[in-house]
């Protein structure tokens, strides 16, 4: 068995492969520029910790470990295009760089040959990993479109916040691990505490990030510190605080919204705290990823085999108390 | 066995079922609406008129039919946003209805459905119609991008437009055969006849349309007549008539192509005559109907059993002499 850097290694050495044909290199020049940009392959890493959870690895693993990479990068393609975002891990978007038209169809063909990988599967297992891969695609697109809808949505509740960010961010974790399972001859059972590790660490891990767009700090964290504030991004934060402020607190934080003042993140900020939600966000960050724990914990499999995914989700999530 | 018009009417009726779930709204909604737009539905029912060829229709052949139909209008939908192209069957795009983002998605997401249906085809055939589908779905996504590339690229040869109508247009119709025939049981052979049977048809079927954009009855052509010219296409007539032209027809042609004047399409028109290539069109488009032909009379079924295809090539490409 292997930890999560080693798998990583392992996988970035092999992803680093030609995924497409060069021809016509307008198509594929801005599919492979943007996997050149790289990333954490934290989801493939998951797939193959998760199948060799049960055995010795299975070597279609590496091909499901490949489809979900491309998938995520076609979402990530996409996702750019439809927030008109400039800049991705630093670098030009692949639409800024290439032009919007030659970015969606990167996008479309990505996924196209991750299903391809998918297809190199042996038939045993075939038919149930690409239902999975689906299910997890649609309620991709279906967190991407009602994040799109929270930006003109006046009142966006917890619940809906959760559902979404169950949709846009975890089920693809989630999924890449029950992939992984799969294809490591897990039951039902197993599948699905594997699922829900993934889900709840998804959950926690947004829960992280939010609170340090707010409270990080600016040195450690890679992105501007306040960013979603000034983009009156809903958020784990915002939510709560507008559930919990008192009248005052909330027409401040609405009237803040409305501008653009010079002091708009450290007033925010200052209610945040006042209003407690800083401590909240930890506190729901340890109840997502104790619910994690446990859903790995209660994988029939010899403790000692599942180390290396707590060792995992502890890096991920860090701990503060 | 059944009619195209048999089959068409049943396709019909089956693919006017709910493909989507209701929620989010703004995600399936205009995946709904693109699809009540219609079509001829022609690439489904080559699929199933494929299947039956052989034998009793597999069932599973209507779910292959759905999941073609469905890539075909992800490409539809895409296309529109690239092309930014305001109407398609008279009625506003779906980018133009909801939004680029929302067109983008709903493409995005219609795609996976499709996929969705092929995976509940029996594992017999699985794995080989998904080879055929992604083969195709990335020559289409190529054929695409050529075809982008064309509108900034000053000569365009004979060969390259073949290449790019034969991605963008004929492989999606040649894999819906051969799909149908994989799960008719056919054999690499009779799959490649019935392959090469809608490539060539395509093709015959791309003449006829480029053809009849420049020289079709104005009352009996669907679209305007001399769009094509008007929007300087690349078409099978203007790359002949360059080919053809003498010097001053060449300058003309392309001193036409930089203006806009009122009289543009008749000018070219003029030219067009005047080098035969409306001749050599409808020679070319009876080349590639009779190739097509072959191909049909090579597959090894009982003659009887290839009528309704023939009679549909016939009723597709219209024969003029």
Redesign the interface.
Known sequence: MHSFEELSKEFASRFSTKHFPS??V??YGPADYFLSLGGKRIRPVLCLMANELFDEMNPDAWYAANAIELFHNFTLI?DD??DKAPLRRGMQTVHEKYG???A??A???M???A??YL?RAD?TY??KI??VF?QI??EV??G???D??FETKENVTMDEYLHMIKLKTSVLLAGSLQIGSILGGAGDGNQQHLYEFGKNLGLAFQVQDDYLDAFGDPKKFGKQVGGDILANKKTFLLIRALEVANDVQKKEIKDLMQSNTEHKVERILSIFKSCGVDAWANQLKEKFLEESLKQLDDVAVLSSRKKHLMDLAGALIQREY
């Open positions: 021809q016509p307008n198509l996409h295009i439809m919007m038209a030659s969606l169809l996008g479309d063909v996924l196209v040959v299903y391809d297809n038939a075939l038919q690409v239902k689906n695609a649609k697109c279906e991407q479109q009602i799109m809808d």
